[in-house]
Each structure stands twice: as structure tokens, then as C-alpha cells.
């Protein structure tokens, strides 16, 4: 089965955002909106267990991980980020494969966890995508995935459609992933926000979750199969 046409064009645009991405990405990682996706992960997953990276980007995610003890592969549907990300790193315990999350070319239940980081929006039917993270995964393994909150500035790529336009990218919000997850055979285990700037923890305290994750740049989940 051949790629369809949204993901051919989401590979194609990736590879032109690949050098600026990768320009930006330790910073996000370090110190910007990702910085606590890694302690977040550390939670639920013991050291020395092994992670697939869908949508690994340019791998600075999936090289944080390794130098945590993880054995990680990382995957993504851009050839230039998996160049890039083959170049920052040449640890045994991670490598790099381009890949659709809808087509992986692993066998069943060959991962302990899977952390996928605004990927799923990329996708044109993410309950397939679901399934096939699901597929990989082991019995009881771990899902983080993360869902770009209601104002994040990428979500300027789907705005086109209101034109009646096509884009290729799935607004989800993080409720409604959620939702997706659980009617799809989820186990929902721990949630974490990563919010706007300017948005501290005395606005958030007396807020029920769904008003937190409308403040939220970017909401974790943390699954189980």
C-alpha cells in the first residue's frame, strides 16, 4: 500500500522545514516547550526499556532519551530530518529509520513505549494512526503523545482550510484526543500541560482540566495499552 497523497505532501513539506527546525530544536528541548517531556517520561519508564520516537524530527528528542539509558529508534516521514538526526548521534542505543507512523516497518508488540510529539496532528485519519502505534507496541506498554493546545502557532498550517482549501494537518484539541484514545482501547494514566507563556500556576489552580488544557501550548498524555 503506497502513501497517500497527504502524507507524500507531509513529507515534502517537513523536508523544507527540516534546517529551520533543526536551528530551533535544542532550545525547545532544553529550555522551551519540550523541556518536560523527557522527566515526564521517566515517570512511567523504567531505564533500558525501548522507545519508538514517531515523528522524531531532526532526533534531539530521540537523543535526550538514549542519554537517559533508553534504546531508541526514531522515525520520521522526512528524509532530511532523519539526515539530520542521523548526524547529530552515533550511540548503540538509537537509531533512525524514515517511516510513516500509518506503515512502521516493525513486527507487533516490538516497543516497550512510544512517544509521539505533535505527530498525530500530521496525520489524515489519526485513529489509524493510533492503530498502528498500537500494533508496535508491547502488552501494557506506554503511549506519551502530545496535542498542541487551542492558540499554538502551528496550527496556522490548517487555517487555509476555511478557505475551502486542503491542508494537511488534523487541529485536533487535546479533548478530543482524548476522547479518541480511550474509544479506541486506551488506558489514560497521567496528563500533564505545558502552558502559554504568561499563564502561571496561581491562574491554573482552581480551574477544572478542560479550561487548563485551553490555556495549554501543548497538552502530554500519558497511555497504556
Not at 538509537?94 to 496525520?123: C, H, R, S, Y
Not at 484539541?173 to 502552558?195: C, D, H, R, T, Y
Request: aromatic content about 10%.
Amino acid at each position: 500500500m503506497g502513501q497517500p497523497m497527504w502524507h507524500l505532501e507531509a513529507a515534502h513539506q517537513w523536508d523544507s522545514f527540516a534546517e529551520g527546525w533543526n536551528s530551533s530544536s535544542q532550545e525547545m528541548w532544553e529550555q522551551g516547550s519540550r523541556k518536560s517531556i523527557v522527566p515526564f517520561m521517566k515517570r512511567y519508564i523504567p531505564k533500558g526499556k525501548a522507545i519508538l520516537d514517531v515523528a522524531c524530527g531532526d532526533g534531539y528528542g530521540s537523543w535526550k532519551l538514549a542519554q537517559e539509558g533508553y534504546i531508541v529508534t526514531g522515525t520520521d516521514i522526512s528524509q532530511k530530518m532523519i539526515e539530520l538526526a542521523r548526524k547529530r548521534s552515533e550511540k548503540r542505543n538509537i537509531q533512525f529509520i524514515k517511516a510513516d507512523m500509518v506503515q512502521l516497518p516493525f513486527t507487533d508488540q516490538t516497543f516497550d513505549a512510544i512517544m509521539v510529539i505533535n505527530g498525530l496532528e500530521w496525520t489524515e485519519k489519526p485513529f489509524q494512526a493510533l492503530h498502528e502505534l498500537k500494533r508496535v507496541l508491547k502488552k501494557d506498554g506506554f503511549l506519551c503523545a502530545a496535542i498542541l493546545g487551542p492558540t499554538a502557532h502551528p496550527r496556522k498550517h490548517s487555517y487555509k482550510r476555511l478557505y475551502g482549501k486542503q491542508t494537511i494537518m488534523n487541529t485536533m484539541m487535546p479533548w478530543e484526543f482524548q476522547q479518541l484514545a480511550i474509544e479506541n482501547g486506551w488506558k489514560l494514566i497521567g496528563e500533564e500541560g505545558v502552558m502559554k507563556r504568561g499563564v502561571n500556576s496561581e491562574m491554573l489552580a482552581q480551574l477544572p482540566n478542560e479550561l487548563k488544557q485551553a490555556l495549554s501550548f501543548m497538552w502530554l498524555f500519558m497511555l497504556q495499552k
